[in-house]
T-cell receptor, first 114, second 111 residues
Framework: DTAVSQTPKYLVTQMGNDKSIKCEQN?????MYWYKQDSKKFLKIMFS???????INETVPNRFSPKSPDKAHLNLHINSLELGDSAVYFC?????????????FGQGTRLTVV | GEDVEQSLFLSVREGDSSVINCTYT??????LYWYKQEPGAGLQLLTY?????DMKQDQRLTVLLNKKDKHLSLRIADTQTGDSAIYFC???????????FGTGTQLKVEL
């Protein structure tokens, strides 16, 4: 049973399109995250939600809009896609944001904007 | 702000020990982690250390923390070809409510 699952695994789309990436966790965790990994493998946090509330927004362009319908889901919608958005996007979850807890990562969504 | 740095590449021979180093800047880090990323895969937590510890050993893995110098290392004993991956250190700051990842070290294990 997959703990953190993301769909789709691969996404190829044209500039200017709008796309969504979905993430679901079945671990009962309170906190979910989106990370972006660029072509040099650098990982940077984008958003963090705790119990459906946004707690971190790391200077991400407002073309990126996370949505958390419930604490098991955190979807990422991207408007007007640009070439520079090409990256691997990882969803993660953890039990709580303020205590030590393992963050579980999804397998990633490789987004290619052409 | 937080900054976590690692050397980008490390090459070792099978059976040797690997030591991957990491430096961080945030003195309020409470927990420090090592994650492993295999090609095309997500991140897998290997081990972590609480900031009031100096050392933690877990089978082939040894984590050393020098809090004064803000230096963290991961030693892998008897490195195997299956250990080839990118290794990320990360620090967690309660105030920041987030994991900040290092730049990643690509470990290559040669026969």
């Amino acid at each position: 049973d997959t703990a953190v699952s993301q769909t789709p695994k691969y996404l190829v789309t044209q500039m200017g399109n709008d796309k969504s990436i979905k993430c679901e966790q079945n671990l009962g965790h309170d906190t979910m995250y989106w990370y972006k990994q660029d072509s040099k493998k650098f990982l940077k946090i984008m958003f963090s939600y705790n119990n459906k509330e946004l707690i971190i927004n790391e200077t991400v362009p407002n073309r990126f809009s996370p949505k958390s319908p419930d604490k098991a889901h955190l979807n990422l919608h991207i408007n007007s896609l640009e070439l520079g958005d090409s990256a691997v996007y990882f969803c993660a979850s953890s039990q709580a944001p303020t205590v030590n807890t393992e963050a579980f990562f999804g397998q990633g969504t490789r987004l290619t904007v052409v | 702000g937080e900054d976590v740095e690692q050397s980008l590449f490390l090459s070792v021979r099978e059976g040797d020990s690997s030591v991957i180093n990491c430096t961080y800047t945030d003195s309020s880090s409470t927990y420090l982690y090592w994650y492993k990323q295999e090609p095309g895969a997500g991140l897998q937590l290997l081990t972590y250390i609480f900031s009031n510890m100096d050392m933690k050993q877990d089978q082939r893995l040894t984590v050393l923390l020098n809090k004064k110098d803000k230096h963290l290392s991961l030693r892998i004993a008897d490195t195997q070809t299956g250990d080839s991956a990118i290794y990320f250190c990360a620090d967690f700051t309660g105030g920041g409510n987030k994991l900040t990842f290092g730049t990643g070290t690509q470990l290559k294990v040669e026969l």
